[in-house]
T-cell receptor, first 110, second 111 residues
Framework: DAKTTQPPSMDCAEGRAANLPCNHS???????VYWYRQIHSQGPQYIIH???NNETNEMASLIITEDRKSSTLILPHATLRDTAVYYC???????????FGAGTTVTVRA | DVKVTQSSRYLVKRTGEKVFLECVQD?????MFWYRQDPGLGLRLIYF???????EKGDIPEGYSVSREKKERFSLILESASTNQTSMYLC??????????FGQGTRLTVV
């Protein structure tokens, strides 16, 4: 029972912003939205997470809609090193389990 | 920085062998996880543990068991390795809730 839906793949031009969508229409009030990415042959890496408000860190920005049913991860200036599989995960405070969906394969092109 | 260390980067075992994959984390995290990753199938959760000696089945526990005798160490055990268990195995840890940190993975080949 997938809690999130992401497009399977997307391309992005180097230097441009990459906007990665995620639908989580069944999210409940205490569930956070997490984003991870996995660069080829490496373990997944945490990017950012949020509950209601938009969040920004040195890697990315996270925009969550007011109804919290969807979110967008923004990589402001994509580089070739951002080519990876990006996973959007919904996880509550009482959820010990951490499951991943198929994610979005993002290819940044020069 | 949090460190999650998996004992081997590459491992080759024979069919029928008992295989231990070890994972150690240094941040006093309560939760630890074992995943396998295969082309086209993504990351699939095998087992997780939320405390010492506690374990829960993930989405694909068949053919595996786990052990968590100490908080920092979580072992994945293949009682009798089979060729369909050839895969990349990833370990992760996290606080009760919150971001997870992953090891670099162990590529296991069963011949």
């Amino acid at each position: 029972d997938a809690k999130t839906t992401q497009p399977p793949s997307m391309d992005c031009a180097e230097g441009r912003a990459a906007n990665l969508p995620c639908n989580h229409s069944t999210i409940s009030g205490n569930e956070y939205v997490y984003w991870y990415r996995q660069i080829h042959s490496q373990g997944p890496q945490y990017i950012i997470h949020g509950l209601k408000n938009n969040e920004t860190n040195e890697m990315a920005s996270l925009i969550i809609t007011e109804d919290r049913k969807s979110s967008t991860l923004i990589l402001p200036h994509a580089t070739l090193r951002d080519t990876a599989v990006y996973y959007c995960i919904v996880r509550g405070h009482n959820d010990y389990k951490l499951s991943f969906g198929a994610g979005t394969t993002v290819t940044v092109r020069a | 920085d949090v460190k999650v260390t998996q004992s081997s980067r590459y491992l080759v075992k024979r069919t029928g062998e008992k295989v231990f994959l070890e994972c150690v984390q240094d941040m006093d995290h309560e939760n630890m996880f074992w995943y396998r990753q295969d082309p086209g199938l993504g990351l699939r959760l095998i087992y997780f543990s939320y405390d010492v000696k506690m374990k829960e089945k993930g989405d694909i526990p068949e053919g595996y068991s786990v052990s968590r005798e100490k908080k920092e160490r979580f072992s994945l055990i293949l009682e009798s390795a089979s060729t369909n268990q050839t895969s990349m195995y990833l370990c992760a840890s996290s606080l009760r809730t919150g971001k997870a940190f992953f090891g670099q993975g162990t590529r296991l080949t069963v011949v």
